[in-house]
């Protein structure tokens, strides 16, 4: 466990205890992980970071509303074979009907290609939640067999055991079968020890002072009730704006602060809500 | 290899968790056997990640992990305490079981399922924020989150409204792969081309939203439903009433719900006292309808049905309503409560021009609002 602790850490990923078993059960059992949690908590970084570990590719299927076969596993390539037939005389015989769908007209979408891959690469399925119920159905063959049926072609086995990170904001419920065929990880925002340390690392040029303060605003801002919560990506940028316009004390700078709230606050109500009471607020906690 | 007495209580404790409603499978509990057997000497945090990411499914179950597993395998301790326990636990969790003759230090099932039973109800307010009733979410968090789910429930009509692209003998676009399949026949040459059509457009949706007094603790919540139907459904047109109608499909588009309800209360929208349904209805029909009424306009009533107005007023405007639009969905929060009769003279009234009553006193009740809408 403490080489993957290791080995996160060396590639720009502070993991906590639980995370990091987790992500060793995945290894030791081959099975999907399904990882959710609010958006910026740190989901996708950690297939990225595994790639890098494993130093394999990284296959990424964004999820959006309708989202079919089509785009996700194969799809023919229809001109292909608009041209070979024309190139054909005209006497066809079943043979050269069968041909048109062959490896050689077949287009590898991510999932198939994943599973084609001769060493594992690690398949991120982002954001499912935002796929229809349909697709999901269709990702239970994959997650559980590591296989996937083409109706032309027959099935076509994985050649090696791809790693399956899928994420969820949780924005609609998932269905109990494709919960039941993965690990399962709910990420929370680090504590504040940890978002210190993930501060330390990705903007080394900072000082103890002022990361401390900035985690300690940003764990009081969490607690506010917000509609969008800021995530690490946006304590990152915040750290780095604040770096950028010289700010050595948080306290010190409270205007220049306040100007840079949008770094932080991403929707008109959150920015009515952190008005300059409540900023005084989160200012005596970082203090 | 795991001991046998260890795994005998890994697999009481998979029962109990089943108990309490965890979906765990043959196979999660022989890779648990599995992982406990290769670890050397567990510590209680490292068998609690393991058994957790292999038996939770989601959050809530996930939250409330960690008692549950301290609350089987150290009675004793307190659940406060438990959490602070770090270092002192540590040493060879499981290997202290075997010296403790029935392991894990002689917890009882009816322990276990008391305090469980005390966990559940301290994670249930969370937990069953969608099913809780609106009149009992008191709490501010509670609230927000209730909320926001509402106004994420009515954007999931838009979802529902695009459907995947249909396939038609006529049309513009052409779709090579059907076209290819349809004319096998040919050699795959495309003679009878076959065509899709994108998706549906979003319904046409005419709310009339009840704003009197008897509605106020229901309407925070509501709000946030209609304003999430009306960024849904873009052509979309929504009123508020209570002894007069306005007309407020603006304001429901204002990008902050605050800014919303300072309107609305500035323009005195919002009202604190009786209701006149037939009546705004009747102002409705007289100056508004002819504009947002149409033949596959959905119409959404929001309104617990408490009316000043005589009944057969109500069902002469909603007759006329009826005759102009799809389908008229009436949204009761009182419907879905034990003290209410849905027998009212004012519901009786009105059920033979209504297509649904649909309770609306909690966010899993609205759910099946965006299922009864013909679209």
Known sequence: ?287 | MINAQISDRIVEFTHLLRNKGHIIGIKELTDSMRIMGELNHPDEHSTLHHLRSLYCRNKDEWQQFENLFMSFWYPITSIVESKNTTQKNKTTFLNKQDKNISGIAGTTTAMFESMADSIKYAAGKQNTISKADFRFLNNHHAMREAENLAEKLALQLRARSRMHRKIVSKGRNIDIRHTIRRNMAHGGLPLHPVFSIKHKKPPHLVILHDVSHSMTWNNPLLFRFARGLIKACPESEAFVFHTRLFCVTKLYREKSIQQMRNKLESNNHLWLGGTCIAESLKYFNQHYAKAALRKNAIVIIISDGFDTDAPEYLATQLNLIKSKSKQIIWLNPMLGRKTYTSGTETMLAAKPFVDHFVPAHSVDALRSVIYKMKL
């Open chain 1, 1 to 287: 466990m403490t080489n993957l602790n290791n080995e996160l850490e060396s590639n720009g990923y502070v993991p906590d205890a639980a995370l990091t078993t987790t992500l060793e059960l995945m290894e030791n059992l081959d099975r999907p992980l399904l990882i959710e949690g609010d958006a910026g908590v740190g989901k996708t970084s950690i297939a990225i970071t595994l790639a890098r570990i494993h130093e394999c590719e990284l296959i990424r299927l964004q999820c959006y509303e309708n989202l079919d076969v089509q785009s996700s596993v194969y799809e023919w390539n229809y001109s292909k074979q608009l041209l070979w037939i024309n190139s054909q005389n005209n006497q066809k015989t079943e043979r050269d009907i069968n041909h048109i769908f062959s490896q050689d007209f077949l287009l590898e979408r991510p999932l198939l290609k994943a599973i084609r891959q001769k060493k594992p690469p690690i398949l991120l399925i982002d954001e499912i939640d935002r796929a229809d119920e349909a697709f999901e159905a269709f990702l239970l063959e994959l997650l559980s067999e590591f296989q996937i049926s083409i109706p032309e072609l027959g099935t076509i086995k994985a050649e090696s055991i791809p790693r399956v990170i899928i994420t969820s904001n949780g924005t609609r419920e998932l269905s109990d079968a494709l919960r039941r065929r993965c690990l399962y990880h709910y990420l929370e925002y680090p504590d504040s020890d940890r978002e210190f340390l993930i501060i330390e690392q990705a903007v080394p040029n900072i000082n103890k002072k002022l990361n401390r303060q900035i985690v300690d605003f940003i764990q009081a801002l969490r607690a506010q009730d917000l509609r969008k919560n800021p995530g690490i990506a946006e304590t990152l940028d915040w750290s780095a704006a604040l770096i950028g316009m010289g700010v050595k004390d948080l306290i010190e700078s409270k205007e220049l602060i306040s100007k840079t709230l949008s770094c932080l606050l991403k929707t008109q109500e959150d920015c009515e809500l952190i008005n300059n009471k409540t900023l005084e607020k989160l200012f005596h906690t970082a203090s």
